[in-house]
């Protein structure tokens, strides 16, 4: 009876949802840009660009503000204000002593407050809230085309160029030895990363679009010691938060972004503690000593 | 004209300088290397080894001077897969999520296509390369399990796949243990041999004196080059690391 009862609850659980077009769309589109996010992260965080990766999607906000106000593509808006502050960030650490860092910090809070600023200036229909924070939910239908072609472009991208992101991120001067375009691979990477935070910022917002490029990741990281199984695990461990975050949202009325990321960061605390090899309490030792 | 000599030389840096936004890390260096020679460059910590290397690679952009190789531009030497470095275990990421064998194939990204697919001769270059140095039996080992000779030899590994002409080795034998060490000497002869050459930073004299035909002293430039029997002088020594003898820096077995 009791099992009957959970058994139910639980399909309800998970399908009363589904019967709402907007969270189909919502949680296809989510776990899309999840995968991503995802597929990307392992890359991120092998290269060490998380706080790079948090200076590019707070920065893409002016360019999204721009782009309603002119009625263009908000994807275009955001990848020229991303690729603009990685040009920036470098141009202002080579011409001045202040360190990378701070360059970083400085650049994107200055973009940030740019784009805040500009919000209040331009009197639209931009919902402040729904960019910073998300808003997977309301997706409109020219939002969904976008998304689909930019993670579709990003996927190419990277699975054409694998094999030479991972020698860039693990040994650049060897692939600059053997004739490798490196200059290429890095601004080919920071497309990525503008590209993949714009698609992002519609699931958990600007704020929190940085998690999704670098927990996915360092989850896997804890995980494995091979390259496409951390990829694999990146990208099914962000879909699951995703999925699970909007579930969560659904049922118990929470921010939609904020359950995704928390999510996320669970599924690493869980990695970082029980994770067989790198977790704090090591497993495979525990089951080799018996 | 002096074309004809440039082909007598496989590594020719004339006058070359490296800034880093405006601080000098090397000037007016110079270097000439033939077929199976072996170089060491000895230098204190700063002395501008490592920008050396950087040079040499094209990692850096030299601000003036000349760099050739096998008589040709060093783009023309990074296509033809003519120069390998082999990093110090420092300079790499040793947690990196790759097998023995993924950094020893990364030795022939050069010379595939774009995709980087593997043909039948990278794979048989691969499992040479790895026999050579030994490492047969980890071949799929994650390099972060690795010790420090099995990572260095996976790297010279790499090198050998590469089939490079010329050989650069930053500290080679630093932090590795006497099996590495002993393989390493025995490469080196091979390497010799089938004349490749060979250009590395030492922190011992005792190595430069072993195996190395010629040793570039360098603090910041040139201080002497040549012959090792005439160069490697207790007063070119001791000028070299800026008036301080090598047994104070490096401890009475040097």
């Known amino acids: 009876m009791d099992v009957c009862f959970l058994s139910t609850n639980i399909t309800s659980f998970i399908a009363d949802p589904l019967s709402h077009e907007f969270m189909r769309k919502a949680l296809l589109m989510s776990s899309l840009v999840a995968a991503v996010c995802g597929f990307l992260s392992s890359y991120l965080t092998l290269k060490g660009w998380a706080l790079m990766g948090d200076a590019v999607s707070h920065s893409v906000m002016p360019g999204v503000v721009v782009a309603y106000a002119l009625g263009l593509p908000f994807s275009l808006g955001a990848f020229i204000f991303g690729v603009g502050s990685v040009a920036l960030i470098g141009f202002v650490k080579q011409k001045s002593r202040v360190k990378e860092d701070t360059v970083i910090g400085l650049v994107f809070t200055g973009f940030f407050a740019l784009g805040i600023v500009l919000v209040s200036k331009i009197k639209s229909n931009i919902d402040l809230h729904s960019i910073l924070f998300g808003s997977p939910l309301g997706i409109s239908l020219s939002d969904v085309k976008q998304t689909v072609f930019i993670s579709l472009l990003v996927v190419i991208l990277l699975s054409i160029f694998r094999k030479d992101l991972i020698l860039y991120c693990f040994d650049p001067r060897h692939a600059k030895t053997v004739g490798i375009n490196v200059l290429f691979l890095h601004y080919l990477l920071l497309t990525c990363l503008s590209l993949a935070a714009v698609v992002g910022l519609q699931s958990v917002g600007i704020v929190l679009v940085v998690a999704m490029l670098i927990t996915p990741g360092a989850t896997a990281y804890l995980l494995t010691d091979k390259f496409d199984n951390m990829t694999i695990i990146s990208v099914i461990s962000a879909i699951i938060s995703s999925v699970l975050g909007i579930y969560f949202s659904f049922w118990f009325d929470l921010e939609t972004g904020g359950s995704i990321v928390l999510i996320q960061t669970f599924i690493f605390l869980f990695a970082f503690l029980f994770a067989p090899r790198y977790g704090i309490f090591k497993f495979k030792k525990l089951f080799s000593n018996y | ?254």
Request: glycine share 8%; hydrophobic share 40%; aromatic share 8%.
């Open chain 2, 1 to 254: 004209m002096k074309e004809s000599n440039y082909k007598d030389y496989r590594i020719e840096a004339e006058n070359i300088c490296v800034d880093y936004h405006g601080k000098v890390a090397l000037y007016d260096a110079n270097l000439r290397l033939k077929s199976g020679q072996i170089c060491g460059l000895v230098g204190m910590n700063g002395a501008g080894k490592t920008t050396f290397f950087n040079a040499l690679t094209g990692f850096v952009n030299i601000s003036k001077g000349k760099i050739r190789i096998n008589g040709e531009s060093l783009r023309i030497a990074q296509q033809d897969q003519a120069i390998a470095y082999v990093p110090q275990n420092e300079g790499i990421d040793s947690q990196f999520p790759v097998s023995v064998w993924d950094v020893v194939m990364m030795g022939r990204y050069g010379s595939m296509n774009i995709l980087r697919s593997q043909r039948e001769s990278d794979i048989q270059a691969v499992k040479d390369a790895i026999e050579r140095v030994d490492l047969i039996e980890l071949s799929s080992t994650p390099i972060g399990n690795l010790s420090g000779g099995q990572r260095k030899r996976t790297f010279l590994a790499r090198a050998i796949a590469q089939r490079a002409s010329i050989l650069l080795l930053d500290e080679p034998f630093a932090g590795v243990d006497i099996r590495t060490e002993k393989l390493i000497s025995e490469l080196f002869i091979q390497f010799k041999n089938e004349g490749k050459t060979i250009l590395l930073s030492t922190h011992d004299m005792i190595h430069v004196r072993e195996f190395c035909d010629l040793v570039l002293l360098i603090n910041k430039t040139v201080v002497a080059y040549g012959e090792t029997s005439e160069v490697f002088t207790p007063e070119n020594i001791t000028s070299t690391f800026g008036g301080m003898s090598p047994d104070v820096l490096f401890g009475p077995e040097s």
